[in-house]
């Protein structure tokens, strides 16, 4: 998924120091700008993995044409990153909305529009992470604010039952507490190690008053369709996926040549996780399908198919969504079902893609 709180890359020590300067007030954000690629260097310098870039570049630039050009830009210089900012509605300070604004963060959506408060700004900003603390609630959350995107379209209301089948690092799951208060909301991960990074995330944000209601659960996503058929009203599937941003940076030629061997195996994958979240959800229900990575394989084909083979789906038009965002995102041009956002210069959010879908019996 996208950097967020709990993200481990490397962060360049001056993008950290100037982000802890000018929460302390002694740096002006004007002076904060974006290196080219070669000028870092040091321990945290992120090496490129040419196997994976060769292949986004032979796929990219025919499924993207020009925007591949910028985006490849963008994703290939991690220091230029934007990272927002999510005030955690159970412990934010009073001081830290004003602070941000201060600093030149503006909001990313209406304050009508959501109860969520998620900050931006133009640089490539990254405020200090904070540490996990046992019983200890942490005032922000970081991200990719692309990776809002579903959570937005995906409308959570109070007191609903909500299954977030693909759960860790958590962030989504975050967010939806900062939009609404589920009956239920049931995050699951299948991973034994992201299961523990997702318990981790939610005791960060979620005050334990809400055990009851967010539960942490460690299935094959695949089952829930026989196990809790028709018992949600709205599920989340933020899939498995060639995650463009870690996988351009993954460790070695080997351990790229070894995920590129296993990404032809993922749309089987993600449409076999859709076709148990759309068992689970209750007739009228709402699914949202989302990944990280720009691929058409993983994106758009894996809607088309699951549309042809589940008649009782019907997609649902996001364009308000996108319209409402457009100064924000940069949205691909319409290629088939849902909605895409490019990395963009200035705009570096992404990649998202994003579709929803209702079930009408």
């Known amino acids: 998924g996208a950097p967020g709180n709990n993200d481990t890359s490397p962060t360049p020590c001056g993008q950290r120091c100037a982000a802890i300067a000018l929460l302390n007030g002694r740096l002006s954000p004007s002076r904060l700008s974006c290196r080219p690629a070669q000028a870092q260097r040091g321990p945290g310098q992120r090496r490129l993995c040419e196997p994976v870039l060769q292949l986004f570049d032979r796929q990219y630039s025919e499924e993207l044409g020009p ?28 001081e830290l909305q004003p602070r941000l604004r201060a600093l030149g963060y503006s909001g990313l959506l209406p304050p009508a529009s959501s109860p969520l408060r998620c900050f931006v700004h133009p640089a490539p900003l990254r405020l200090p992470s904070q540490r996990h603390r046992p019983g200890q609630l942490k005032p ?34 975050v967010a939806v507490m900062q939009s609404a208060t589920p009956g239920l909301l049931l995050c699951n991960e299948w991973d034994g190690r992201r299961w523990k990074w997702l318990a981790e995330t939610l005791e960060s944000f979620i005050p334990a008053r809400f055990s009851h209601a967010v539960q942490v659960s460690n299935r094959d996503g695949r089952v829930f369709g026989r196990i809790a058929e028709g018992l949600y009203d709205k599920v989340l599937v933020d899939a498995p996926c060639s995650n463009d941003r870690s996988w351009l940076f993954c460790p070695g030629p080997d351990r790229g040549a070894e995920r590129i ?55 649902e038009d996001l364009g308000g969504l996108a319209d409402s965002l457009a100064q924000h995102f940069t949205f691909a041009p319409p290629a088939g079902p849902g909605l895409l956002v490019v990395p963009d210069a200035g705009r570096t959010w992404g990649p998202m893609f994003v579709a929803k879908m209702r079930k009408l019996r």
Do not use: H
């Open 261 to 315: 061997r296993g990404r032809e195996a993922l749309p089987e994958l993600q449409t076999q996780l859709l076709r148990s979240a759309v068992a689970a959800l209750r007739p009228g229900g709402a699914l949202v399908y989302s990944t990280c990575t720009l691929s058409r394989a993983e994106n758009g084909a894996v809607v088309e198919a699951l549309l042809r083979s589940c008649p009782s789906l019907q997609l």
């Open 67 to 94: 925007l591949w050009t910028t985006a490849r830009e963008v994703l290939c210089q991690p220091q230029c990153w934007q990272y927002a900012v999510m005030l955690n509605r159970f412990c934010a300070s009073a």
């Open 140 to 173: 922000y959350f970081l991200l990719n604010a692309a990776s809002l995107l579903p959570v937005l379209a995906l409308g959570a209301a109070d007191g609903e039952s909500v299954l977030d089948l693909c759960s860790a690092p958590g962030g989504k799951a």
